[in-house]
């Protein structure tokens, strides 16, 4: 950019700024307003001082003051005005006042009127709450609160009427803890509370459904079917099948019998909704010793690949080797990226020779000899900072 050029766009920035003198305030400008000196906001913004002091007079803005040294005038004044008058008419902060009229050991304007604490005073103190005592002596509690401290006096222990007494306190351990909340009208959590906060065991009530066993309970573990034995003992048969599986205690009339080879066979080749029909057993038996022989569903699409399958992959494109061998499209997949091999389906890597023809004719000429698309040419072209061919 040339001097006239600059010059010339110095003076329609100037011009535009002039236009706004009288113009309508926008919200940029009034946030301005009392952050910088009125001179240095209307040279900013292109308005006058005049016009910028009227607005901040009605919007009541004051204008921040950089900190300066106090006057004669100032000083004589000080302590016959309140500090926020004269914090007003000086333009500093009220604290500014107070700290140069207190260094200055002038009295306030309206001193504060202290009340000197009696003999009799202190001796109630820390005999009741501060509270208390704040309202008996006509006195803040904050007052109490700080002269109690400057006299070393404790405060009184606080009291609280719902507190825990020594009666109830020795009924922990005795008898369970509903039993205790009915008699002391409390609820049941605040008397666990209370009771963990003493270390103090817990009595196990024995109509809860959520308690801890017994030797005898435990005793009649697969004597009895899990739903009659819950009924007996008032617990759910969820909890007594658990308690009864965690000892290794087989279910009341359980019939185990081990595989034999016959039926291991059947395994894999029928479903296994069929296999438990025929063999009369659970679905879940079923089930769980197919797994455990690392057996696949009959007719599932999702079973193990075979050796003969795995020799496949890598030599044909996916799509033959899944009509081929049943599998699954994504399974396919996914196997021959265990195994690590290329897709046989995918455009070869560019050759040396390929390369060497790049930029010799154009892009649609050397990707219909190269049997590729011109885009691919165009890309590797470009990767190899190859310029276009051009004509001559």
């Known amino acids: ?23 309508r305030w926008t919200i940029a400008e009034l946030k301005l307003i009392g952050k910088v000196p009125d001179s240095v906001l209307a040279r900013r913004i292109g308005r006058t001082i005049k016009e910028i002091v009227e607005e901040r007079q009605r919007r009541r803005i004051r ?5 300066r040294r106090w006057t004669a005038r100032e000083t004589k004044l000080l302590g016959r005005y309140f500090d926020e008058e004269l914090a007003r008419r000086f333009r500093r902060p009220v604290h500014d006042v107070s700290r140069q009229r207190i260094a200055l050991h002038i009295p306030a304007f309206r001193p504060h009127k202290s009340k000197k604490w009696t003999r009799a005073e202190e001796k109630i103190l820390g005999t009741a709450e501060d509270k208390v005592i704040a309202m008996r002596l006509g006195r803040t509690r904050n007052a109490v609160l700080q002269h109690r401290r400057i006299l070393g006096i404790p405060p009184m222990p606080r009291v609280f009427p719902n507190g825990w007494t020594a009666q109830e306190d020795a009924l922990f351990g005795r008898i369970p803890d509903a039993e205790i909340a009915k008699r002391i009208h409390r609820s049941v959590q605040a008397v666990g509370q209370r009771r963990s906060k003493l270390g103090i065991r817990a009595i196990p009530d024995p109509k809860a459904k959520s308690r801890p ?28 099948q658990a308690r009864r599986i965690s000892y290794g205690i087989p279910k009341f009339n359980g019939q185990r019998r081990s595989w034999s080879a016959k039926e291991i066979s059947l395994l894999g080749k029928l479903s296994d909704e069929e296999v438990a029909r025929r063999l009369g057993r659970t679905l879940e038996s079923v089930k769980v010793r197919r797994g455990k022989l690392k057996l696949s569903k009959p007719n599932s699409r999702h079973r193990r690949w075979k050796p003969t399958e795995d020799r496949l992959l890598g030599k044909l ?25 290329n897709d046989p389906s995918r455009r070869p890597y560019w050759t040396s020779s390929e390369d060497s023809r790049l930029g010799k004719c154009s892009d649609t000429e050397i990707a219909r000899e190269l049997n590729r698309t011109v885009s691919g040419v165009k890309n590797r072209r470009k990767k190899l900072r190859i310029p276009a061919w051009t004509l001559q």
């Open 1 to 23: 950019m040339t001097f006239k050029q600059r010059n010339q766009n110095l003076q329609s920035m100037a011009a535009a700024i002039k236009h706004r003198r009288e113009a």
């Open 63 to 67: 204008l921040v003051t950089p900190p």
């Open 213 to 240: 066993y017994t030797p005898a309970e435990d005793k009649l573990l697969g004597t009895l079917p899990d739903d009659k034995l819950a009924s007996q003992l008032g617990r759910t048969m969820f909890a007594i």
């Open 317 to 341: 494109p996916d799509e033959t080797v899944a009509e081929r061998t049943g599998h699954p499209l994504g399974s396919v997949s996914v196997r021959r990226r265990q195994l690590k091999l």
